[in-house]
């Protein structure tokens, strides 16, 4: 007898230095996996200089929490999608670097929070296809707790805040699906 997953919810963050690419990002994602449930404010991404020569400086990174739950298996071939949205902007032309956007999907459930990568590291776990998972953020004392992995942008306050209301927004779809969430 199969055990079935409960449904996670879906959280994709774009980040750009352009407002269009966001636009772009927000519709084609909007289409691929449904109507936004929350989405939080733009806020300037400047926790690392690591995408400064592929992507720009004073770049600005929104999150998006989608309506449908989803089974978690499902990451891995989110990733790759999303991948190929930001291949499919990069290659119109219409801007100078070679990757004007970067989108990151995550899971996020009623204990934890987890992105997806392509580059592997001590923490995260191989799914397939050359795409890892990381557990990001965990749910402890009623507010998402950072590790020493964790991205620093998701360590703000803010962003947990985000992730929170977003939980809440988990537990409410659940009910109403009768699903119990781990």
Known sequence: ????????????????????ALDWARNRLLGEFGPVALESPRYAFHHTNYYSATMGTE?????????????????????????????????????????????????????KFMLASTKDNAQRIYLRDGIYAEVTLRFQEDAFQPYPWTYRDYQEPFVREFLKQARGFHRQQSAVRGTSPV
């Open 59 to 111: 770049l600005q990174k929104q999150l998006f929490a989608f309506v449908d739950l989803i089974d978690p298996a499902r990451l891995a071939d989110i990733k790759q999608r999303t991948i190929a949205m930001e291949a499919e902007l990069a290659k119109c032309g219409q801007y100078p670097e070679p990757r004007p956007l970067n989108l990151d999907p995550g899971l996020l459930n009623l204990g």
């Open 1 to 20: 007898m199969a055990h079935l997953v409960p449904p996670d919810l879906l959280v994709v963050a774009a980040f750009s230095r352009h407002v269009a």
